[in-house]
C-alpha cells in the first residue's frame, strides 16, 4: 500500500437522506485532504473522491486538479471499510 495515501481520519460534511448521498472530508496522513461522496442507494457504495487543494497532490505533486485520487478510490474505499472510519450505523 501506497505509504502517502493512509487515512489518518474521515468526518462527515454533508448528508441527504432523502436522495442517499453522503459526502465525507478524508484527510490523510501527510495532510491532504479529498472529498468522499457515497450513495446508500441501493447499496452504500462510493460514488467519488474529489482532492481538495490545501496542499499539492502526495502522489504527482501537482497543486491543480489531478486524477490520482480518483484512480485509487478503491484503495480509499478499502482502507475506509476495514478501519470502520464510517461506522456501520450510518450507513444503514
Known sequence: MNSKLQIKSVTLADK???S????YI???ADGSRAR?????KPEW?????TRLLNV?????MKDYYCGCFEK????FDR??????FIPASMRA
Open 45 to 49: 457504495h462510493l460514488t467519488g473522491v
Open 56 to 60: 499539492p497532490c502526495p502522489l504527482c
Open 36 to 40: 468522499l461522496f457515497y450513495s446508500n
Open 26 to 28: 478524508m484527510t490523510l
Open 16 to 18: 441527504d437522506l432523502k
Open 79 to 84: 482502507q475506509v471499510n476495514e478501519n470502520d
Open 20 to 23: 442517499g448521498l453522503f459526502q
Open 72 to 75: 485509487n478510490a478503491e484503495l
